[in-house]
């Protein structure tokens, strides 16, 4: 009983120290269920099978901050369903935002990550990332910082020296990716995608920007350690943009920008909402836009494990939480 107390202090006093240092830890978020139902007009889909439907909408909450530089809302969470985002844990967007010139940098100071990926997005603005295995550099408008923390790591996330002095719009997604149980204590890795290195693809009336996995032959840089397409989309017109997914991943859809329907039966997601595919169904996933609207699409084969989740670790079991926490605080995920 002694020792479950001491866990107990050990995880609180762990999760205090977490939470000073201002994380992406979401973990105290509650879904919000959209309630909506209406059936917007549907352009007539001819070809193919029955498109997929959308199984559910997901609401973010309400802004938060998450250090000084990143206005959040969060759509999925590491505590969420397994069942409605594995391999996904959390999905935050900084919607677009403008700062002011400033002297101190804004960002996310010093904070560990253990037993899954932060893949950061930057859509305006631009973000210095440094960490404790040597990573680190700087990501702008289109690019992507696929970061693994793995077996552990400290870092910062900042917004850049000079964006801080010229001020501008900040506009910003971070998603975190589960790993399997075999790689969450492997060693960390980082990898720097730039906007020129992703494969664009014509969808219909969007642009697709390829970051990981495969659309019909062509492939995206990210390497990654399950199977998982991601990808973003950009109307260039009012119209409909179709593709196929695999049968059995987890596939979502979030809605960055203007107006988005998605699915059989033209669901409206808002700016923030979040629209959960059917995994079982094999037709086409039919996204409609008007021109403008950008939509990031997320699939993912589901990792079947267990997940246990607190601030800014998602590990297997409890008790190898409370031994990140103890390696953390005695310094073996390194130092800045
Ligand atoms: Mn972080």
Redesign the pocket.
Known sequence: MTESRTRRELLRAGAAAVTALG??SATSQLFGWSKERTVMQTQPITKGSTPRSVERVLASTSEHWVGDGFRVRSVISPNGEPRVQSPFLLLDHAARRHFEPALQPRG?GE?P?RGFE?VTFAYRGEIAHRDSAGGGGLIGPGDVQWMTAAGGIV?E?MHSQRFTEQGGDMEMVQLWVNLPAKSKLSTPGYQPLLDKDFPRLSLGSAQARLVAGKLGKVEGPARTHTPMTIFDLTFGEDGVSEFSLPLGFTSLTFALEGDVRVGADARNVTPGQLAVLDRKQDGPVVVQGKKGARVLVLSGEPIAEPVAAYG?FVMNTRDELVQAMQDYQSGKMGHL
């Open positions: 994380t992406w996310v904070h990550h932060t870092h996330e800014p």
